[in-house]
């Protein structure tokens, strides 16, 4: 009885032995496939433009407007100028003072521009201080696709 267990033991150890040397030898399951098309790349969306809200804008007119600077860069491509609006708030005593300015000549080239887009005030002069400024930035490419950038911060309003 033990010779016929050491025996099976035997067998199933040059067995397992042999079917270790041979899976190498088999061929791969990749090599045996019909070679596929490269994946296609999904489409490309446009660059989303950089807006960046300059620290200071200047009074104009005693208060009737403000001059705030921004930084922008939209990828080349588009097929008309990029649409800038910039849009400020500031608390004057108990109200609110509220302007907006636009610049519809953004060239977009991928090249960093520095703009000053003029603010008017709507209903009520702005003065020196705290002011709170919204830009977005709107391009539009070939594809029918259009993109915008926004920035938002605090800013300070000041005399020249």
Do not use: H, Y
């Not at 922008?72 to 100028?81: D, K, L, M, Q, R």
């Not at 500031?90 to 003029?118: F, H, M, Y």
């Not at 702005?126 to 800013?155: H, K, Q, S, W, Y």
């Amino acid at each position: 009885m033990i010779r016929r267990s050491w025996s099976r033991t035997a067998v199933a150890i040059l067995l397992g032995t042999a079917l270790a040397a041979a899976i190498p030898l088999m061929p791969a399951v990749g090599k045996q496939s019909p070679p596929q098309s490269p994946p296609q790349s999904p489409p490309q969306s446009p660059p989303v433009p950089v807006v960046k809200i300059g620290a200071r804008a200047v009074l104009q007119a005693r208060g009737a407007a403000i001059i705030v600077p921004v930084r922008v860069t939209c990828g080349p491509g588009a097929t008309e100028p990029g649409f800038l609006v910039v849009q400020v708030s500031q608390r004057v005593g108990n109200r609110i003072a509220v302007g907006s300015g636009t610049l519809s000549n953004v060239s977009c080239n991928g090249d960093l521009q520095r703009v000053r887009v003029p603010t008017l005030a709507q209903n009520r002069p702005f003065r020196r201080g705290v002011a709170f400024a919204v830009a977005n930035l709107f391009v539009c490419f070939p594809t029918g696709e259009c993109v915008n950038g926004t920035d938002f911060r605090e800013i300070r309003i000041v005399r020249r």
